[in-house]
């Protein structure tokens, strides 16, 4: 049996890497020079001297998204700096050319002091469409995409926001399956960086202003949601809260609940895990409602394994991997949220807009059971579907 690990080393020897660079018109005589470099080129310059966003039709700009990273906080892997990072740039690169037709540039900067990382894209910012960050530890990932929301192009923190749509996706066919209203569902999350925070706010209808968050209950999906880190449910007992947990701790936990995550989960209808390997007990999914959702998300190894939590009473189970059922997989998001920042020019990517790619990757399901509430990772026809529906919000 081949190992994965040596065979991706071995390919990626070969290749080196993933990426290159290709014209989209070959220079094959002196007019063809003369077009694409001087004299010619002068004249989109002056054209766009005089009115920058011209440069969006102009150039690649219109069509080309910068990958960010400072490689702190890389799959499951860690803070491996980021040279280390720069494979997973360059994949994330291919995924969205691949599944999105969008173009990509992976860019990691060697610091990983927030206020330097927004200084940085703040500097490309004339070079692209938009800017996905990558793999970068919470808290700074909050601080530095919410610094940079007055740009005019689209900064996206995917390991946020694409995990929440896809969560929330096949949360919205899981409530079918289990015959449930979401509106009348508690979760238990799991894990409260930079995930957890996420789907907790995209759940809960929440926006983020100023570091702080508020609810929009036109937005709000779920009835409420714990939030459970290592040190148990975050409550407002606890003194040990970062700024960001203090802040989301005001807007969900409606009954004040602490406690342990054991504590947490019992007569809950939902457990969302983005946390580490084996937290969640048989014992725990027996102490859950009717018909119990478990979304264990931890890679490579879960929460709880799929067959362990069906013998409990789970009723669909979720993970992030590709060899069970139910994979909860980015690329179901973010090349389709890229795509509609190219095709429509979008400055920014609101919770409407999030939910509205969650509601329109849940559909491409027609009739969700309990074995399949989400589309194959691999699934080319969802990066339109989800540009188009958020198209229609701009």
Known sequence: MSDIYSDSLKWHRQNQGKLETALRNPINSKNDLALAYTPGVAEPCRVIAKNEPASFDLTWRGRVVAVVSDGSAVL??????PAAALPVMEGKAVLMKEFGGV????????TQDPQE????????????????????????????????QDLPIAVFHDDQHGTAIVVL?????????????PKDM????????AAGIAITQLLMGLERK?????????????GDVVLVDSKGAICSKREDLNNYKFSVNKVINTQKLCGSLADAVKGSDVIIGVSQPNLITPKMIKSMGK??????????????MPAEALAAGAKVVATGRSDFPNQVNNVLAFPGIFQAVARFRI???????????????ASMVTKPTADRILPDALDKSVAPKIATAIGRLV
Request: aromatic content about 4%.
């Open 169 to 181: 996706a096949g949360l919205l066919n899981a409530a079918k399956v289990v015959g449930k209203k």
């Open 117 to 148: 990382i927004i200084k940085f894209v703040r500097q490309i910012t004339p070079g692209f469409v938009g800017v996905n960050l990558e793999d970068i530890a919470a808290p700074n990932c909050f601080i530095i995409e919410d610094s940079l």
């Open 76 to 81: 499951g892997l860690g803070n491996i700096g």
């Open 291 to 304: 018909d119990p959702i478990i979304f264990a998300m931890a890679n490579p190894t879960p929460e709880i």
């Open 186 to 193: 508690k979760a238990v999350i799991i894990g409260a960086g």
């Open 103 to 110: 173009d990509c540039v992976p860019l990691v900067v060697d």
């Open 347 to 361: 400055t920014k990517i609101n919770t409407a807009m999030k939910i509205a790619a969650a509601q329109a990757l």
């Open 210 to 222: 100023n570091g702080q968050f508020v609810k929009n209950g036109a937005n709000q999906v779920l």
